[in-house]
């Protein structure tokens, strides 16, 4: 074969051989990043998993809790549901229901007393009620204010009439604890935040009005 001939022939070997590397780095190249993109969206998904487990966790832990009973609670039936103008004077403290403001307060965190009346109306759209003598310490304070955090049927105040560190109140039912820290008040919240046995569960505890 003639020298002439030969040089295509090379030519072809050469560009095929040029081909073949570049098509081994592109392959290369592929499995780096579509590897390393499934391992990356691998790790995401398991992430994920374990963040919607936990917080599965969290709430049927929290829903098998608010089925035991809490140790002191009072419980108070056939209460009237009259909207009136003036003060009422309830047996308890603060009430638990009863005749009350034909306005709601809103439910959240107040550092300064709420209107009684008022707040018993919350309690009618299923809020939970935590209140505090004046005068408790910042730090038994700030615990009550993270347990009614971001909880949108929660409502917290002091209150002044009452001789308690600390009431938890719903419609119908209340218990008095010493201690912030005492485990039965996110207890209580699970068991009575839009429980069923309010009078209208599900009703608007914003659109009211604040205090």
């Known amino acids: 074969m003639s020298n002439a001939s030969k040089r295509p022939s090379e030519h072809q070997a050469i560009v095929a051989a040029i081909r073949g590397r570049q098509q081994a780095k592109q392959r290369r190249f592929n499995i780096l ?7 990356v969206l691998a790790a995401i998904i398991t992430a994920v998993a374990v963040v919607v487990a936990g917080s599965v966790q969290q709430r049927n832990a929290a829903a098998e809790a608010a089925k035991r009973p809490i140790d002191g609670i009072q419980a108070f039936a056939n ?3 009259n909207h009136v103008q003036e003060a009422v004077d309830y047996p308890q403290q603060p009430g638990v229901g009863g005749d009350h403001s034909s306005v709601w307060t809103n439910c ?7 209107n009684e009346q ?10 939970v009620w935590i209140t505090y003598k004046p005068g408790l310490p910042a730090a038994d304070v700030a615990k009550l204010t993270d347990l009614a955090k971001a909880k949108p049927y929660v409502l917290l105040s002091p209150d002044k009439a009452q001789s308690a560190p600390v009431t938890a109140t719903a419609w119908g039912a209340q218990v008095v604890v010493q201690d912030a820290g005492d485990p039965r008040i996110p207890a209580f919240i699970g068991a009575y935040a ?6 209208e569960p599900g009703a608007a505890c914003t659109g009211g009005t604040n205090g």
């Open 79 to 81: 209460l009237s549901r």
């Open 33 to 39: 990043v579509y590897g390393g993109f499934g391992l």
């Open 194 to 199: 839009q429980s069923p046995k309010a009078p």
């Open 108 to 114: 959240g965190i107040y550092t300064d007393p709420v």
């Open 118 to 127: 008022r707040a018993v109306h919350s309690l009618e759209h299923g809020a």
